[in-house]
T-cell receptor, first 110, second 116 residues
Framework: KQEVTQIPAALSVPEGENLVLNCSFTDSAIYNLQWFRQDPGKGLTSLLLIQSSQREQTSGRLNASLDKSSGRSTLYIAASQPGDSATYLCAALGGNKLVFGAGTILRVKS | EAGVAQSPRYKIIEKRQSVAFWCNPISGHATLYWYQQILGQGPKLLIQFQNNGVVDDSQLPKDRFSAERLKGVDSTLKIQPAKLEDSAVYLC??????????????FGQGTRLTVV
């Protein structure tokens, strides 16, 4: 059974700082690893998707990496802004199931 | 392209009442998911459809929850009777997968259910 863990559970940083969010998964037989953003009271917005054959994906200030052998993915946010404040969720697709972690609550202080 | 549509956005009901949620996925997406997200937790899969067939409903409380996907397109999730612990956000998502190899999942805005 796939289990996804995200560390830290919450993070508070000053504006402009670079930061890393961590995601680990127990079953390395995955099709992809997807990162989402969730604003309070809203649904999930897809940020980046890394296919199992890829090592990383980039979109603007975001960079996500995937290491299947160690069961880890990281989301790197460069030059953080107050507008980046949200909950960040990772999800692993494998064995027909999309399994989520509990998320990291990010607060960027101005 | 239009996103995943869900309705209603909010619902408040008393315990033991029934409620239904509706989802219209992105056109052409074969896979449809219903997730339950309790405050402070990650989404938990309730049921997954591929076209109009159920792929996984192992975490669906079948004594009170039911779901169907009409003609492999729209889907409804029903709770009857509701309990206090059903208070959560219900998220619908769709994905082209496994057709064509595109595995990206897209989510609707969710329905926030409060049971009082």
């Amino acid at each position: 059974k796939q289990e996804v863990t995200q560390i830290p559970a919450a993070l508070s940083v000053p504006e402009g700082e670079n930061l890393v969010l961590n995601c680990s998964f127990t079953d390395s037989a995955i099709y992809n690893l997807q990162w989402f953003r969730q604003d309070p009271g809203k649904g999930l917005t897809s940020l980046l998707l890394i296919q199992s054959s890829q090592r990383e994906q980039t979109s603007g200030r975001l960079n996500a990496s995937l290491d299947k052998s160690s069961g880890r993915s990281t989301l790197y946010i460069a030059a953080s802004q107050p507008g980046d404040s949200a909950t960040y969720l990772c999800a692993a697709l494998g064995g027909n199931k999309l399994v989520f972690g509990a998320g990291t609550i990010l607060r960027v202080k101005s | 392209e239009a996103g995943v549509a869900q309705s209603p956005r909010y619902k408040i009901i008393e315990k033991r009442q029934s409620v239904a949620f509706w989802c219209n996925p992105i056109s052409g997406h074969a896979t449809l998911y219903w997730y339950q997200q309790i405050l402070g937790q990650g989404p938990k899969l309730l049921i997954q459809f591929q076209n109009n067939g159920v792929v996984d409903d192992s975490q669906l409380p079948k004594d009170r929850f039911s779901a169907e996907r009409l003609k492999g397109v729209d889907s409804t999730l029903k709770i009857q009777p509701a309990k206090l612990e059903d208070s959560a956000v219900y998220l619908c998502a769709s994905s082209p997968w496994p057709v064509g190899g595109n595995t990206e999942a897209f989510f609707g805005q969710g329905t926030r259910l409060t049971v009082v």
